[in-house]
């Protein structure tokens, strides 16, 4: 609304064109107007003469000193000889006395011309260093905003193509602030050299340059031109630089759409094309739907934990010497109403980053451990396996937590065991392995998740205390058809058996791995073929209906 009403009110005071024929009639439209007026009200005798100053400073406003100087004649001439002093009875103006308010109309349009043309020049002035970009000079934000609103008015759909520098806080570290900026000038340089003529450039301060241009084919050509010639080497203060730049190219739909809606389009692009290594990137919804789940689950996260919406299911795990069910993992998942049962590896990872990773262990503990004691009132007795990754770790409470549910349900703690999965552990592996001989202390098993990934995986063996291994899902699924894959599976097991350590072997799903799995000695097998993660109740049901399995 206030936009607006400044951009009408800009539209009077700068008028160009068609716009400015308008005007002109519009002020001699009121310079008649006061001429009718101040005769209808009884000749330039009243003090209605003034009327005519709205008109002449209204000229020099509009349309500077000419415009001053015109009006202020005009209204001279208007408020003159023509116009009797009284109109009844008719007397007319002496002439000293109009040719002197014909000067002060002049004196006064010429004032107000003068005054406004340097007001005018000073915002135009301003106007332009609020849309430019203070290092480069090229447009910013606003400035590619009102450069895509002219595009729009002349009928055309934009394009913009998001040029993103690749790990540009490493290089702002490793060569400064200062050295960077003269980095984005001649980056800006290059760009002007290349593509200029086809589009706007533009850099954001949040990082990025802009190519906006009047047509997708435009922006099709310029993004060819800069991935072909923009380069990858700068000398800045004689330091190389060696850049790296992804682009992400959208199109708006109409010329309706906000031209911020089509930048980040624009940059959903440019984020994909970094995710897939490509140097460029052509937007389309997909990408919006899973940025906007991801944005979704991001915020949501805080509010489900606190609103314990989150759930456990629970998978089987199953003797591979006697079928019988020796234990459950526990696996967290997240029902939302809107977008359907979401995976841990959806949401884990967001509140790993934050400080959510501490209540959401002293949740995970809680319901696990009270699940567990319900599960021993029924006398199913069995491990209950929890997910921790090394985060869990660094929460203060954890151990005594533990500690005050084993005892507040009277648990076994060799019945719980936590897996450990790898996650940028390495500065932290002695506090991790502290806790971890904590735990042990306690009576509490510990074995190592997704064993075979990574590359830590062999040097936990030897750092941290460890009662057994899981092998990753994708050497057993492989196993039976990649020779590599099996003799991963026949070594982790060799080495478990030669460490003492028991071994399960994750993801099992057909009948034939389970033989092979007996073959090499595993003990414990877990995958789909026996069953699925389950709610907790149904899981009750599933292992009272099968005590024994049939291998
Ligand atoms: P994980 O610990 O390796 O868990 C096994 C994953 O494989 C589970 O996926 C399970 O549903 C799936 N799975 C089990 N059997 C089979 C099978 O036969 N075939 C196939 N294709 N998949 C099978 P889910 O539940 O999506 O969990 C994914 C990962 O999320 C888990 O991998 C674990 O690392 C993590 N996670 C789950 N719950 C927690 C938690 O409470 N804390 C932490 N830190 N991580 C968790
Ligand atoms: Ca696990
Ligand atoms: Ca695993």
């Known amino acids: ?115 406004a043309s340097v007001l005018k020049d000073f915002l135009n002035k301003q106007r332009i260093r609020l849309q430019q970009d203070t290092i480069t000079r090229l447009l910013n934000f606003r400035g590619l905003r009102e450069k895509s609103l002219q595009y729009n008015q002349a009928g055309q759909v934009i394009s913009i193509v998001f040029i993103e520098i690749h790990h540009l806080r490493h290089i702002d570290g490793a060569i400064g602030t200062e050295l960077t900026s003269a ?125 314990e919406e989150l759930q456990l299911f629970y998978q089987p795990k199953v003797s591979l010497l006697t079928g019988e ?61 929890l997910n921790f990754s090394m985060k869990n770790f660094l929460d203060p409470g954890v151990l005594s937590l533990l500690e005050t549910l084993i005892d507040q349900h009277g648990l076994n703690p060799r019945e719980i065991e936590i897996e450990v999965t790898e996650t940028a552990v390495a500065g932290n592996i002695r506090k991790v392995a502290d806790v971890l001989h904590s735990l042990r202390e306690k009576g509490i098993r510990i074995a190592v998740d997704d064993f075979g990934t990574g590359q830590s995986s062999l040097h936990y063996l030897f750092e941290l205390p460890i009662d057994a291994l899981k092998i990753d899902q994708v050497f057993v699924r492989s196993m039976a058809t990649n020779s590599a894959a099996e003799a991963i599976v026949r070594s982790a097991i060799l080495l478990a058996k030669e460490l003492n350590l028991d071994v399960t072997a994750e993801g099992v799903e057909k009948k034939e791995e389970i033989a092979l799995l007996k073959k090499m000695g595993c003990h414990v097998g877990q995958g789909y073929y026996f069953a699925r993660p389950m709610p907790a109740s149904l899981a009750k049901e599933w292992i009272t209906a099968h005590p024994r399995i049939t291998l």
Not at 67 to 93: C, E, H, K, N, R
Not at 358 to 384: C, G, H, Q, V
């Open 1 to 115: 609304m206030k936009d607006s009403f400044y951009r009408i009110l800009s539209r009077f005071f700068f008028p160009t064109g068609g716009f400015g024929f308008l005007v002109v009639l519009l002020l001699l439209l009121m310079l008649l107007l006061s001429g009718i007026f101040v005769y209808g009200l009884g000749g330039t005798q009243s003090a209605y003469v003034h009327i005519f100053y709205v008109s002449v400073i209204l000229g020099g406003m509009c349309f500077g000193l000419a415009g001053g100087l015109g009006s202020g004649v005009l209204a001279g001439l208007m408020a003159g000889p023509f116009m009797p002093m009284i109109v009844d009875p008719y007397t007319p103006q002496p002439l000293y006395s109009w040719a002197t308010r014909l000067g002060f109309f002049v004196l006064i349009g010429g004032l107000s011309g003068l005054g």
């Open 183 to 307: 980095l984005f000038k001649q980056i800006a340089e290059r760009l002007t050299a290349l593509v200029a003529e086809s589009s706007t450039i533009g850099r954001l301060e949040t990082g990025g340059f802009v190519l906006l241009c009047p047509s997708l084919k435009k922006a099709q050509h310029a993004l060819e031109i800069c991935k072909n010639f923009l380069g990858d080497s700068f000398v800045v203060g004689d330091i190389p630089v060696f850049t790296e730049f992804h682009f992400g190219l959208a199109e708006a739909e109409n010329r309706q759409e906000d031209f911020s809606a089509t930048l980040r389009k624009a940059k959903i692009a440019s984020v994909q094309s970094r995710e897939l290594q490509k140097v460029s990137s052509v937007f389309d919804h997909r990408q919006e739907d899973k940025i906007k789940r991801g944005v979704f689950i991001t915020h949501g996260i805080r509010k489900a934990l606190e609103r």
């Open 325 to 385: 069910i020796i234990g459950v993992e526990a696996l967290v998942r997240w029902p939302h109403p809107e977008l359907g049962m979401i995976p841990p590896g959806e949401f884990i990872p967001v509140i790993e980053k934050t400080l959510l990773i501490n209540p959401y262990t002293s949740w995970l503990l809680r319901s696990a451990l009270k699940e567990k004691a319900k599960w021993m009132s029924s006398k199913i007795d069995m491990t209950f396996s």
